[in-house]
């Protein structure tokens, strides 16, 4: 099954990439007998639309049905990575500075173990956020994140 994955997720990047995206997260679930493919998109420049997941969903689905890989049938799921979505790697800070988030850390920084505010920069595997609460400016370490993601 792992290879079938791997082969369906190499499928699904390369649609992607043709219609301007790329694939954010991808995996099978099951519920009851009903299986289901999720592919959460993503595009570097804005955020991802209806018509953004309708095309992939088009493109790919037509792809899945044609390729005769899947021994069973299944309900294929396309999404954005939302408006608070997690961020990840560094690349993502990045992408998003000067933006707000929530990031959670392994170890506390100065006393404290969650920050909400805005991304200042991020190099060199660390990271400068701005804390909404009393704008003050707190630098640590991205290998000291637990988990991380965009807030409204």
Known sequence: ????????????????????????????SKRGRRRFIKVTIDKLDGYVSIADCESFSADFGKALDSSGSLPFSYDLVVES?????????SGD?????????????????????VIIGKIISCESEELIIENSDNGKIITFALDNVKRANLKL
């Open 1 to 28: 099954m792992e290879s079938l994955k791997e082969e369906l997720h190499e499928l699904a990047s390369e649609i992607a990439r043709n219609l301007g995206f790329s694939v954010y997260d991808f995996g099978f």
């Open 81 to 89: 990575p939302g408006v608070e979505r997690a961020l990840r790697e």
């Open 93 to 113: 800070f990045k992408r998003f500075v000067g933006e707000k988030a929530k990031v959670v850390f392994k170890e506390p920084v100065g006393g404290i173990s």
